[in-house]
């Protein structure tokens, strides 16, 4: 079962410029791997020490799956992944 897995710009660089790409596994961990046999380079910027890079943050149909089990997280047909840089800032100041 291939999936929809979008990307952002950051991520590119390894399916030579698409958005959106298709990839197969029953978890997001067998689906970053499927991922990166035909993008290779991308898993290593998704995972860190076996866990998801805490400066990515993935959705399986806007559902954060820190919340769905993360690398355990189950991938369903027609389901849609999507890729996120996280996004840092600091504490806005006060007057």
Request: proline share 5%; net charge negative.
């Amino acid at each position: 079962m291939a999936v929809e897995v979008r990307l952002p710009a950051v991520l590119r660089r390894y399916t030579d410029g698409k958005g959106v790409v298709e990839a197969e596994g029953g978890n997001l961990k067998e689906l970053i791997a499927n991922l990166d046999s035909k993008h290779p380079g991308i898993a290593d910027q998704l995972i860190a020490d076996g866990d998801l890079h805490r400066f990515v943050n993935i959705y399986i149909n806007d559902e954060d799956v820190r919340y769905l089990g993360k690398l355990a997280a189950p991938i369903k047909d027609n389901d849609v992944v999507s890729i996120l840089p996280a996004v840092a800032g600091g504490s806005l100041p006060t007057a």
